[in-house]
């Protein structure tokens, strides 16, 4: 069999090559840390790999996007904080200012600092992060949430409440809205209120009391009124139900006792002191009032209050819906506040279990792509070696030729 000078040469050179093309590979691999240069070189790997990387980098942003929600949710958490203990100094005034032995200087005094506490509050509910974005404004972030006016404040921003996704099946509120915070609390003992009539000359007091069967809530609203009769007067009392049509007297000349529970409709309050014939209070059911407003009336009952028996019954009474109030406007900050804890919380949980998320996505993906470099050096040797031997076998041969022998 004959084998030409150029065939000899084709195949050596496509041998060499091959070679030299498997050595600079293994070169490349060793230079990058990797077995897959492209996807021809595994390509159920480097399948696999990718899409492992695209995981890793969205659990990478939601990393991001929960140090962004600790730092928002922080700022809310701090502001009610404040809020509640500004609502704190104001029930401390407001037990101060039950003080008979005050005067109408003192209590004016006490409305000045309720007052202030008022203007502490309303910036504490336009807080901003720093950056210029209200925390209690919802969606409209730059728009200042309250604003003060005659008897309060008005609530300018919305509803919405800013969320975040900080994980692959998790997006969290990192905003708490004004209205819901500052203007959700509900008067009186949260179903019912007892207010009394503005003209009212004895010296009664009454409380919101409890609800005393739930099954009877029915939204209705009651008047509670006071008729002294006979020699010596002797006082009764009777309810009637203004909402019914037509309206119907459900207790009618009942002996008034002090501090004897009144169980009217589905709530049971008690009334201390003396009330005068036509007194009355109304008996109806709570509403959502604002803090600011609650405040506002404090201030302006501390500073229209008079020292004659029926005015400072009239100023017992809004201390007490005041403190009825307060205590329901602090309740609703804490719960608000209780809810951006619990969200801080399950923050944490969810950054723990995205590390941990991490670490398997590069033990997954140094599987697929890492290299074996004890391996790929020894390799590399071999096949340094054997490229030189095929380069040096080639020359030999190459030099071959029968006129070297052809004297």
Do not use: C
Not at 146 to 151: A, D, I, N, T, Y
Not at 231 to 260: H, R, W
């Amino acid at each position: 069999m004959r084998i030409s000078t150029r065939t000899i040469y084709e195949n050596a050179t496509n041998q060499l090559n091959s070679l030299q093309s498997q050595l600079a590979r293994t070169q490349n691999q060793l230079s990058a840390n990797t077995r897959i240069l492209t996807a021809a070189d595994d390509p159920i790997a480097a399948a696999r790999a990718l899409e492992v990387t695209q995981s890793q980098s969205l659990n990478t942003q939601y990393a991001t996007n929960r140090n962004s929600a600790t730092s928002a949710l922080a700022l809310v958490e701090q502001a009610l904080n404040e809020g509640g203990n500004r609502v704190m100094d104001v029930q401390t005034l407001l037990v101060q200012a039950g003080n008979g032995a005050l005067n109408k200087s003192d209590r004016e005094k006490i409305a000045g600092e309720i007052e202030a506490r008022m203007q502490d509050l309303l910036g504490v509910a336009n807080s901003t992060d720093g950056s210029g974005h209200y925390l209690f404004s919802g969606y409209r972030s730059t728009t200042v949430p309250f604003v003060e006016v005659e008897g309060g404040a008005d609530y300018q921003g919305d509803q919405g409440q800013r969320m975040l996704q900080v994980g692959a099946s998790r997006t969290l509120a990192i905003s708490e809205t004004g209205n819901a915070v500052f203007e959700g609390a509900r008067t009186g003992n949260g179903s019912y209120q007892t207010v009394m009539a503005a003209g009212n000359k004895g010296s009664a007091v009454a409380t919101s009391g409890s609800v005393v069967d739930p099954s009877l809530l029915n939204g209705h609203a009651y008047t509670l009124s006071f008729q002294q009769t006979g020699t010596p007067a002797a006082t009764t009392y009777t309810v009637t139900d203004n909402t019914a049509d037509p309206p119907e007297q459900l207790v009618s000349g009942k002996p008034y006792i002090e501090g004897q529970k009144i169980t009217v409709g589905a709530v049971s309050f008690d009334v201390k002191g003396s009330p005068a014939d036509g007194d009355s209070f109304e008996v109806k059911p709570a509403q959502k009032e604002s803090v600011f407003a609650t405040l506002s009336n404090l201030v302006t009952a501390l500073r229209t209050s008079t020292d004659d028996e029926a005015g400072r019954a009239a100023l017992t009474n809004k201390l007490t819906v005041a403190g009825e109030n307060l205590g329901s406007a602090l309740d609703n900050i804490l719960s608000a506040r209780a809810s951006v804890g619990s969200r801080m919380k399950e923050v944490d949980y969810l950054e723990s279990a995205g590390a941990d998320l991490g670490v398997q996505y590069a033990s997954t993906l140094s599987k697929l792509q890492d290299l074996d470099v004890v391996k790929a050096i020894s390799d590399f040797s071999t096949q340094q070696s054997t490229l030189q031997a095929a380069q040096v076998s080639f020359k030999t041969m190459s030099g071959l030729s029968l006129f070297n022998y052809i004297s």
